[in-house]
Structures are given as structure tokens and as C-alpha cells.
């Protein structure tokens, strides 16, 4: 009856999250040479298979630069990388009222030279980039099932779709092996694994959790927001490296460590962006949540 439950509240959030949107989001990137707007041909390749989508609803195209260069020239930069391939998708026969944003964005907001990671690249090549968000096609009752079982972390569909509570309201039903649990208001200044203020609470509910139930052994699992699943994990800014997703998990689980719950009750595992609540990121809030950390039990 739970799992029946919960599907529905599923099924729900998926029909109105998508109605409200009139249609499910992808995002492609394409990336540039120093001080240049010219298409590569992985570009070219790239956008030719996107014209060839014939479900498209509406595409918003953002480009980015890296450090290199002033503030003025960049801004000019990112909007000419921006406005080639909307030329390059119109030439492709792409409905121009169907491409309802053509923004250039100037320098990534993590790029300094302080952030490169390659040292033979003077700039980064992660930042000299255009996102293109597509939007295609309402959710059908057949593939909401898929999308379901794309959430699930194990393969195993019987493991439930992660809860949206309020920590202090989880009760002892709630604490079934195989249920993942959102811990809702933990969350993360961006790039970082450091805690937003407003998670000191929910991290104190959790501690309580794990107090109170001495046998709960969890796993920690961490995500973040703001890049594709093919980019990998997010770069940490803080201890610099390429594991935010799994930092973030860490994070929590160095806090329940260093008061007093035992390691021997926790792993901590990050699953970088793979899992988002909220594919499209439309504004700060929906970034917010993506950058979250979620609890699997996994005995209790």
C-alpha cells in the first residue's frame, strides 16, 4: 500500500511538474577555441543531429567565455558564440520562432585562473561553452514508469522514489530498508560542500534520527546541480577536485561522525548529477534542491 502511495505522489509530481511546463528539458553543450565563435565540426555534428529532432518545442541558447579577456570583450564573445548556432540551427531548417532565447551570458561564473585545471590551457575549456536547452514533448503514461526506474539508484524497482519530508515528521514506517529519504533543507552554497545556514536544523533533525534509532545503519548520498550527466561530477572549489556530488555526501557524514554516531552506521556515496529533482533549473530556487543530499537505509 505504501509503495502504491508514494508511486502516485510520483506520477503526480511528474504530470504536474510537466504540464506546468508544457514539456520535458535536455540540455546539450558545445565548447570553443580561445577568442573564437566558430562552429568546430563536433558542432556542426552536434547540432545536426539536434535539427533532425522533430518534437522540439522551444530551444534557449546561452554562451559562456572563460577568463581570458576583458570584461567588455567577453560579453561580446558569448553572445556571438550564442547567435552561430542559432544561425547554424536556421540554416538547418530549425523554426526561428521556436528558438526563444539567444542570451550571451559573458565569463562562466566559476572561471578565474585560480579555478584552471589543465595547465596547458591558459583559459578553461570547460567555460568557453553554449548550453542549449531544449524542450520537447509532454510525459505519456507509458514512459513515466521509465522515468521512475531511472531514478532508481539500485535497478531494483522495488527501492522507493525519494521522500519529500520534513525530518522531524519521519516516522518509524518511514525507516524501511531500501527507502531513500530527501533531506529536505540540506543543502550547499554552489561549487562547494559547505552548508547553507538553513541546513543547521535539518542536520540537527538527522542526528536525532540517528540517535534515537541505534541500529539505523544509512547511505549518504550526494548531488549536485548545474551541468549535464555527461560532464561527470561538479569541480569543488573548496578542496579542489573533480567528487562535489560525493564531498557533499561527506560532508554529512563528517557531521554525524563528529557527533558521536558510529562510522560502522554510515557510507557515503555522490551520484553527481544523474538524479535531478528539477532537469530544467529554471531558477536559483530549482538549482537549490538539485544541490541536495539524499539517505537510503539500509537497515534498520
Not at 565548447?31 to 533532425?52: A, M, W
Not at 519530508?165 to 533543507?185: P, S
Not at 562547494?192 to 549518504?220: G, H
Request: aromatic residues 8%; contains cysteine; negative net charge.
Amino acid at each position: 500500500m505504501r509503495n502504491s502511495i508514494l508511486f502516485s505522489v510520483v506520477v503526480t509530481f511528474l504530470f504536474s511538474a510537466n504540464i506546468l511546463h508544457s514539456q520535458i528539458a535536455d540540455t546539450v553543450l558545445l565548447y570553443f577555441e580561445i577568442d573564437s565563435y566558430s562552429l568546430s565540426g563536433e558542432n556542426i555534428n552536434t547540432l545536426g543531429e539536434l535539427s533532425q529532432k522533430s518534437n522540439i518545442h522551444d530551444i534557449k541558447i546561452i554562451g559562456y567565455t572563460d577568463f581570458l579577456g576583458t570584461f567588455d570583450h567577453n560579453q561580446q564573445l558569448s553572445q556571438n558564440r550564442a547567435e552561430s548556432v542559432k544561425r547554424f540551427l536556421i540554416s538547418k531548417s530549425v523554426p526561428e520562432n521556436k528558438i526563444v532565447e539567444v542570451k550571451g551570458s559573458g565569463i562562466h561564473p566559476f572561471s578565474s585562473y585560480e579555478n584552471r585545471r589543465n595547465s596547458n590551457d591558459r583559459g578553461i575549456r570547460e567555460h568557453r561553452k553554449v548550453e542549449i536547452i531544449y524542450s520537447y514533448n509532454l510525459i505519456t503514461t507509458s514512459n513515466i514508469t521509465n522515468i521512475v526506474n531511472d531514478r532508481n539508484i539500485d535497478g531494483n524497482n522495488d527501492v522507493e522514489t525519494p521522500v519529500d519530508v520534513d525530518l522531524k515528521n519521519i516516522t518509524e514506517e518511514d525507516l524501511v530498508e531500501g527507502n531513500k529519504i530527501l533531506l529536505k533543507n540540506i543543502n550547499f552554497v554552489g561549487g562547494t560542500p559547505k552548508f547553507l545556514p538553513q541546513s543547521d536544523e535539518a542536520l540537527k533533525e538527522l542526528l536525532e534520527i540517528m540517535i534515537k534509532y541505534p541500529t539505523l545503519k544509512i547511505e549518504i548520498q550526494g548531488h549536485i546541480c548545474c551541468q549535464t550527466e555527461e560532464e561527470g561530477d561538479g569541480y569543488d572549489y573548496i578542496n579542489d577536485n573533480n567528487t562535489l556530488s560525493e564531498n557533499r555526501a561527506r560532508a554529512v557524514y563528517d557531521y554525524l561522525l563528529h557527533n558521536g554516531i558510529k562510522a560502522n552506521r554510515m557510507t557515503y556515496v555522490g551520484f553527481a548529477s544523474k538524479y535531478k529533482l528539477y532537469p530544467l533549473e529554471l531558477d536559483e530556487y530549482e538549482k537549490t534542491q538539485n544541490r541536495r543530499v539524499e539517505i537510503k537505509i539500509i537497515e534498520k
